[in-house]
């Protein structure tokens, strides 16, 4: 059986993750912060739909130092990970605080790379390892009133592309998914006419769904993409920030 871990499972895309992931029988471990009912809700539908399949819950705060050691200890056989976790903060820099800093520094960049390094040898066990970032077009192109989020966002695009090169010979992939904008809770707060001006620079006039992002990180979880590695695709649309 083979085991995944994704984090933010309890957001839009993470839970999508999970589905398209369920679905091709890998068992899951599926972390959460604060969202605890909504993780529940999914788990219980991945148990009923595919019970053959293990799926378990890990609750970690990722802006901890200490969420590393729940984590690892919680986390036995591992095939892959993805992670889909974040928000943003749409704030001037000149505002953001020390602590922001650090806190946002740790669940963006730091929490992960030290997950990469203390599941480094389960990943490599079957010479199929897979590693996903969910990150950001402004991880590309860079966005004003989210500075912070935009560098930690590239951040995760450098040391996919770094990592790599580090495990290619171990069998392990990683790789980076850009989404532009996304149907999910996070862009919900925007008025009509503001969903209506950021549609008409998207030249398929709509945000991706979720599932879309999820499925082409499902299929880098693939045999078939083994050969795809250090790499960071764009899924925005046509959208040109």
Not at 6 to 31: F, N, Q, V
Not at 128 to 156: A, D, H, N, P
Request: proline share 2%.
């Amino acid at each position: 059986m083979t085991y995944a871990f994704i984090t933010g499972a309890s957001g839009d895309i993470g839970a999508a993750c999970a589905r398209a992931l369920a679905k091709e029988g890998y068992s899951l471990y599926c972390h959460y912060h604060s969202n605890e009912e909504k993780i529940r809700n999914l788990v219980t539908e991945l148990k009923a739909a595919y019970p053959e399949q293990d799926f378990l819950i890990i609750q970690a705060d990722l802006s901890l130092d200490s969420s590393l050691e729940i984590i690892t200890q919680s986390v036995f056989q591992l095939d892959g990970i993805i992670f889909a976790h974040g928000d943003t903060s749409y704030e001037l820099l000149t505002t953001h605080t020390s602590n922001e800093f650090d806190d946002m520094w740790r669940v963006h960049l730091k929490t992960p790379m030290r997950l990469c390094q203390a599941f480094q040898s389960k990943l490599s066990q079957q010479q199929q390892g897979r590693i996903v970032f969910i990150s950001s077009i402004y991880g590309l192109s860079g966005s004003s009133m989210e500075v912070l989020y935009s560098t930690l966002k590239g951040g995760q695009i450098a040391f996919a592309n770094a990592y790599a090169k580090e495990v290619a010979s171990l069998g392990i992939t990683v790789n980076t998914i850009a989404p532009g904008a996304v149907a999910t809770r996070m862009n919900t707060d925007w008025t009509e006419e503001e969903t209506k001006e950021l549609l008409e620079t998207i030249p398929v006039n709509r945000m991706a769904l979720p599932e879309e992002i999820a499925s082409f990180a499902s299929f880098l979880f693939k045999k078939e993409a083994s050969y795809i590695t250090g790499t960071t695709l764009p899924m925005t649309g046509g959208w040109k920030i």
